[in-house]
């Protein structure tokens, strides 16, 4: 992938810089930044000193006062499922005043559309549905909106790897974070309203134009700084940037994601952690090979960075599983998948899986996103993500991924082997 200076990232930037780093909101509250996890019942995958996100989302509706704006892929409940009481802190805001909007996407609303049209049904809720080919070139194919966020009172945020769906707070393993950032939620409030007029119509010149006039730009600084709370509820420094999909759908262009991730893999030194649902470098009918993260893996394990994947057991599919035989083969680079076991009642569709999605480079930086390693990922669909620079919070998130990796449920790739076919769906 080509691309200048401009594009990469920033100088590393001191945390502990003597600048307070804790940027307070209008009411004069530290930034904080927190890590939000979701797990499979009946495994130990749960960590005690994260906080669970079916909690978080409710507490952080729970505290709105004037709007919440949601940007999901789609949406899914079931009878007791964890997102009734979800939806139900949605309800209870609304009947306070607070402004709802929902922005889901047009293409899985028409094969789900229970959930948005229930919220669309609840008085103070406003839903649209955005076409995802909206975000695509023509020879990029349809995208969608892959992304999964919601901003409160544009001064807090959720971002991370779970849908709107009972599954991912119940039965699927998940990362998130949330954060009190009024300067990163406002960014991350002008992608949604930019989206927000793409999806009634707008030409893309016009929506861009509606989310500058709304959310005109404080500040240009690229990093922003915040305080990462752990479960001793000390505070260490860290740096922010916001960062997202595809490239010409956002506010500046060194906001995209792709060149970042790649430029971060390029700056290990010692080791390179990725957790995802899947890896796939194969190119889409009618557009190159997806070449990009595949190429920065290999560099980094040719001088000797140790690196490792891993992926969900979903990807032994066998259509799926050649370019990861093809990673576990060069030397010092290893993969593994993770499969969780089947819960007590039975098999559950697009569940009992891993599906966050995260790196971690060396012991200094790290990133979370809602973006699988794919081409389509990163040329044709909203996604978002939050690099974040610092000690603390890359080392929990390498213990993540190491507690994972080191577990039963974890199996390194034989890249002579075939595997079952993977059961996803019914």
Do not use: C
Not at 13 to 39: Q, R
Not at 272 to 286: C, K
């Amino acid at each position: 992938m080509e691309h200048n200076a401009a594009d990469a990232l920033p100088p590393p930037v001191d945390p502990t810089a003597p600048a307070d780093p804790a940027e307070p909101d209008d009411e004069g509250l530290a930034a904080t930044l927190e890590l939000v996890e979701s797990w499979p019942l009946e495994t130990e995958l749960g960590q005690a000193d994260l906080a669970d996100a079916a909690d978080s989302w409710i507490a952080m509706i729970d505290g709105a006062r004037e709007r919440v704006d949601f940007a999901e892929f789609y949406g899914a409940s079931a009878p007791d499922g964890a997102l009734e009481p979800v939806i139900a802190a949605i309800e209870r805001a609304a009947a306070r005043g607070v402004a709802i909007r929902f922005l889901f996407d047009r293409s899985f609303h028409a094969k789900m559309p229970a959930v948005p049209d229930r919220l669309a049904a609840i008085d103070g809720v406003q839903l649209r549905l955005i076409d995802g080919a909206r975000y695509s070139a023509e020879e990029e194919g349809d995208g969608v909106l892959h992304a999964k966020y919601f901003i409160v009172d544009r001064r807090e945020l959720f971002l991370g790897s779970q849908n709107f769906d009972w599954r991912a707070l119940e039965h699927i393993l998940e990362l998130g974070v949330r954060l009190r950032h009024p300067a990163v939620a406002r960014e991350l409030s002008w992608l949604f309203e930019y989206d927000w007029a793409l999806a009634e119509g707008a030409r893309e010149a016009d929506a861009r134009a509606h989310a500058s006039r709304v959310l005109p730009r404080p500040t240009d600084e690229h990093e922003l700084r915040a305080r990462y709370k752990n479960a001793d509820n000390d505070a260490e420094p860290v740096a922010l940037s916001l960062v997202a999909s595809p490239r010409g759908h956002l506010e500046r262009a060194r906001d995209w994601d792709l060149p970042q991730l790649v430029d971060a893999i390029d700056g290990a030194r010692e080791q390179v952690r990725v957790q995802l649902l899947s890896f796939d470098n194969r190119a889409l009918e009618g557009a190159r090979r997806f070449n990009e993260l595949d190429a920065a893996l290999r560099r980094a394990a040719a001088r000797g960075v140790r690196t490792r994947l891993m992926v969900a057991h979903w990807s032994t599919a066998e259509d799926r599983v050649a370019p990861l035989r093809e990673l576990q083969r060069v030397p010092g680079l290893e993969v593994s998948f993770v499969t969780i076991p089947a819960h007590s009642a039975g098999f559950i569709p697009f569940a009992r899986v891993i599906h966050s999605k995260f790196l971690v480079v060396d012991a200094r930086l790290a990133w979370v996103g809602t973006s699988n390693w794919a081409r389509e990922y990163f040329y044709g669909s909203r996604n978002v993500g939050l690099l974040v620079r610092g000690e603390a919070f890359a080392r929990r998130l390498a213990r993540l991924f190491d507690d994972l990796w080191d577990s039963s449920l974890a199996t390194r790739l034989d890249p002579d082997a075939r595997y079952p076919a993977p059961r996803v769906a019914e």
